[in-house]
């Protein structure tokens, strides 16, 4: 059974600082990783979708990166924001069964002005 | 439409009432997929259409729960005989394709609370 886990579950860090963001998951056997991002009260958006034959990508502030044999990805946001507060969500796409998404519970980040 | 749209975006349902959730995904999109999320966790999967056809409906809970999408556009998600414990934001997404690669793209969701 895939098991997909953040840490932490919570972080608060001052403004303009890098941060980093973890997920793992359990089997590797996966198509690929998608990172969320979720408001409060609002839908999830898709940040960044890593295939399983890349190692990482990026978006204007944001790089994600996958290290499928050690069932890891992590994800960086460099200068961190404000506006960059949300709880961000990790999910993966297993071969095995490819129409379910599973998601890990998430880290909630907050950016201190 | 722009976004996959979802409505009622707040319901209060009284226990042992039915409701009935509505999907509206992104035009021309095929797959559908429905999750559930409950208070501080991630979401958790529900069930997944290939046009008209489900595919897969290994996350619903219990017989309580049934989902449609007859012309493989609109979907709706009802849940029969609600119980205080189906309380959660039912969230709906969609994908251009069928091919696993593409991005998923959610809904704002459905906010159900049963009293």
């Known amino acids: 059974k895939q098991e997909v886990t953040q840490i932490p579950a919570a972080l608060s860090v001052p403004e303009g600082e890098n941060l980093v963001l973890n997920c793992s998951f359990t089997?590797?056997?996966?198509?690929?990783l998608q990172w969320f991002r979720q408001d409060p009260g609002k839908g999830l958006t898709s940040l960044l979708l890593?295939?399983?034959?890349?190692r990482e990508q990026t978006s204007g502030r944001l790089n994600a990166s996958l290290d499928k044999s050690s069932g890891r990805s992590t994800l960086y946001i460099a200068a961190s924001q404000p506006g960059d507060s949300a709880t961000y969500l990790c999910a993966v796409r297993r071969y095995s069964s490819a129409s379910k998404i599973i998601f890990g519970s998430g880290t909630r980040l907050s950016i201190r002005p | 439409g722009a976004g996959v749209s979802q409505s009622p975006r707040y319901k209060v349902a009284k226990r042992g009432q039915d409701v009935a959730l509505r999907c509206d995904p992104i035009s021309g999109h095929v797959s559908l997929f429905w999750y559930q999320q409950a208070l501080g966790q991630g979401p958790e999967f529900l069930t997944y259409?290939?046009?008209?056809?489900?595919?897969?409906k290994s996350g619903l809970p219990s017989d309580r729960f049934f989902a449609e999408r007859p012309e493989g556009s609109v979907s709706t998600l009802k849940i029969q005989r609600t119980q205080q414990e189906d309380s959660a934001v039912y969230l709906c997404?969609?994908?251009?394709?069928?091919?696993?690669?593409?991005?998923?793209?959610f809904g704002e969701g459905s906010w159900l609370t049963v009293v």
């Open positions: 997404a969609s994908s251009l394709a069928r091919h696993n690669g593409n991005t998923i793209y």
């Open positions: 259409f290939q046009n008209e056809a489900q595919l897969d």
């Open positions: 089997d590797s056997a996966i198509y690929n």
């Open positions: 890593i295939q399983s034959s890349q």
